[in-house]
């Protein structure tokens, strides 16, 4: 959760804390993000928005929340999500989610794209953003604002929950270039190609030795918060052979809601059409 320091004590707002013993719950999130969310000029639209999500329809962002109030989000052998998806601490979880953009209206609908929430953050539109690590690199295309670290939070009487998992490597058991392609994957994946990517897009590394070879970038207290949560509370994302119409379709319904669908019929429409898909890895 980065937070502008600025706005924060415009409002008299105190700061969020920094140290995840302190972490906020959903709860106090929402009701800092009701008191900050502003119409600066009088006209009746907002220029202030209490928190904006940086992705705000993708799964791996959203899944914290519910999975916070206990809910699993797809079977354990990956291929059922009814049940899942239509639990009631999945449904109470999204409801929260859909009254941050419809009922509290502290979060803007339609910011489906990182570069745009990241934005609306620097350039002070927004007090708050759930947002993930690369923006520590990002974030020095706004060197004007003086921004905190908070940890990702979680419901009152739940547990601590942070979100992890990017892109992976495969090869293709098709393959005529076995050899060629496992020598290009053991490089990709090595330590001074992971250093490559790291360094031109921010993004947390995947290996330890990394994180060890970079002192002067991993040492620096917000990147040791987000080690801690990786340490810590990261769950991973689902195993499942149909990952991808998996996430598109809960894309779809995630962004349904946000525009103010009701969360509990739209999850249950498209656990069917999930599952329909699933079928086929049976």
């Not at 999975?67 to 929260?96: M, N, R």
């Not at 990241?118 to 295309?141: C, H, K, P, S």
């Not at 994180?211 to 990786?230: G, R, S």
């Amino acid at each position: 959760m980065f937070y502008n320091k600025a706005i924060f004590e415009e409002y008299g707002v105190p700061f969020l804390p920094e140290t995840i013993e302190e972490r906020l719950t959903w709860e106090e999130v929402a009701e800092i993000a009701k008191k900050l969310t502003k119409d600066t000029n009088g006209d009746g639209l907002t220029d202030i928005w209490g928190l904006v999500i940086e992705q705000i329809d993708r799964p791996y962002l959203i899944f914290p929340m519910v999975q916070s109030l206990g809910a699993k989000v797809l079977s354990d052998d990956g291929l059922e999500s009814q049940g899942y998806i239509t639990s009631d601490e999945f449904v109470e979880g999204t409801t929260f989610y859909w009254k941050l953009f419809n009922e509290w209206k502290v979060s803007p609908q339609g910011l489906n794209d990182s570069a745009i929430s990241r934005e609306y953050f620097g350039t002070g539109r927004a007090a708050m953003m759930l947002g993930n690590e690369w923006n520590l690199r990002r974030m020095l295309q706004y060197p004007d604002v003086d921004y905190g670290l908070s940890p990702f939070p979680y419901f009152e009487g739940g547990v601590a929950v942070t979100p992890t998992g990017s892109w992976h490597v495969g090869i293709n058991s098709k393959t005529k270039k076995l050899e060629e392609a496992l020598a290009f994957t053991k490089y990709i994946t090595g330590k001074e190609a992971v250093i490559t990517w790291h360094k031109l897009n921010g993004i947390a590394p995947a290996r330890p030795d990394v994180y060890e070879a970079l002192p002067e970038v991993f040492d620096n207290p917000m990147w040791q918060l987000f080690v801690k949560e990786m340490e810590t509370t990261a769950v991973p994302r689902p195993r499942t052979p149909g990952y991808s119409q998996y996430e598109l379709m809960l894309r779809e319904a995630f962004n349904s809601i946000h525009y103010g669908a009701d969360p509990r019929s739209t999850l249950e429409e498209v656990a069917v059409r999930i599952d329909r898909e699933l079928r086929k890895y049976r």
